[in-house]
C-alpha cells in the first residue's frame, strides 16, 4: 500500500487507519521529511512496517522514481492512494502560465504517471485499489480556483475512463471527492481566502467515508456525501448554477467591503 501526500491532513489519515485496519506494510512520502516521521511513527506503533519517500512531485520524473523504489522496497502495491496536492485559490486574472503548469503537475500529472507506473503489476496480479483524491472543485466550478479545479477535473475524469477500460480487471479505481475538510490546505501561503463559509469536517471523517465506500466497491464518494446533491444541480442546470454561484461571490465581496 502506498499513499502520497501523507506528512499531514487526510493523507496522514489515510496511512494511520489502514495501519489501525491491520496494513502490515505501508509506503508514505512528502516532501517535509520530519511531518513524514510522525505520521512513520504513528503507523508503527500501530504494527505496520512503513517505508518512508522524500518526493517533490513538482519535479517530473519523481512519480516514476517513486514507484521504482516503492515496487523495490514494498514488493508490490496492492493499494496505491494518489492523496497528494496543493490549492491555488486565486482569480484568474491572478493566474499564470507557470502556476497552472505547477498545479497541474502536481495534482493531474504526477498521480496519472505514478499510476501508470504502478498499474502493470497490479493486473499481473489481477487485483489491485487505485483511490484518487480529486475535490469537488472539480465538478462545482469553485471561484477562484481555475487552476486547481481543472487540475481535479482532469484526475476525475482520467479515473472515470481508466475505470471503463479496466472492467472486468481485478484493478478498481475509486474517484473522492472531499469538500471542506479540516487541514492545513486553508493555511498554506499564497492562496485567497475561501470565497464560502463552509462547514469542514474532520479528517476522520472523511477518511471513515472513504474505506467504507472502498468497503462497497464504490466508484466514487463525496465527503461529505451531500455534495454530490450540488454536483447534480449543476448538471442539471449549468447555466443557472454558474449565474447563481457568480452572483453569490459579488454578494460576499459586497458584504466585506
Ligand atoms: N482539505 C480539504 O477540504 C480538501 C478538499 C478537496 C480536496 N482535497 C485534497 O485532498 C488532498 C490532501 O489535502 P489535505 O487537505 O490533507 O491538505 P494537506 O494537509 O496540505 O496535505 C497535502 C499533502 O500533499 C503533500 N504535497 C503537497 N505538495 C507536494 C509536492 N510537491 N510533492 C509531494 N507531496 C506534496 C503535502 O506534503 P508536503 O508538504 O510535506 O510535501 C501533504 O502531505 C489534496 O489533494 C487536496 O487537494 C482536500
Known amino acids: ?5 501523507a506528512s499531514s491532513g487526510i493523507g496522514a489519515g489515510f496511512a494511520e487507519a489502514f495501519a489501525r485496519a491491520g496494513a502490515s506494510t505501508i509506503g508514505i512520502c512528502a516532501r517535509r521529511a520530519d511531518r513524514l516521521a510522525e505520521t512513520a511513527e504513528r503507523c508503527r506503533a500501530l504494527g505496520a512496517t512503513v517505508h518512508e519517500w522524500i518526493v517533490d512531485f ?3 520524473g519523481q512519480a516514476e522514481e517513486l514507484a521504482r523504489n516503492a515496487l523495490d522496497g514494498m514488493g508490490g502495491v496492492d493499494i496505491l492512494v494518489n492523496n497528494a496536492g496543493i490549492p491555488k485559490r486565486r482569480h484568474v486574472t491572478a493566474t499564470d502560465s507557470a502556476t497552472v503548469d505547477r498545479v497541474t503537475q502536481i495534482n493531474y500529472l504526477a498521480p496519472i504517471h505514478l499510476t501508470l507506473a504502478l498499474l502493470p503489476q497490479m493486473l499481473e496480479r489481477d487485483a489491485g485499489r487505485i483511490i484518487n483524491v480529486a475535490s ?4 462545482l466550478s469553485s ?3 481555475t487552476a486547481y479545479a481543472a487540475s481535479k477535473a482532469a484526475l476525475a475524469v482520467f479515473s472515470e ?33 475561501l470565497v464560502a463559509e463552509v462547514e469542514a469536517i474532520t ?3 472523511c477518511v471513515a467515508q472513504v474505506l467504507d465506500a472502498l468497503d462497497r466497491d464504490a466508484l466514487e464518494v463525496y465527503t461529505p ?7 447534480v444541480g449543476k448538471a442539471n442546470n449549468v447555466e443557472g448554477f454558474l449565474a447563481g454561484t457568480a452572483q453569490y461571490v459579488q454578494q460576499q465581496q459586497a458584504a466585506k467591503a
Not at 225 to 231: C, G, N, V
Open 143 to 145: 471561484p477562484g480556483e
Open 203 to 205: 479528517v476522520d471523517d
Open 1 to 5: 500500500m502506498l499513499v502520497t501526500g
Open 58 to 60: 513538482a519535479e517530473p
Open 161 to 193: 475512463c481508466m475505470t471503463v477500460d479496466l472492467w472486468g480487471t481485478g484493478v478498481k479505481v475509486l474517484v473522492v471527492y472531499p469538500g471542506i475538510v479540516d487541514t492545513e490546505l486553508f493555511s498554506i501561503p499564497d492562496n485567497d481566502p
Open 136 to 139: 469537488v472543485a472539480a465538478t
Open 225 to 231: 456525501a451531500h455534495f454530490k446533491d450540488f454536483a
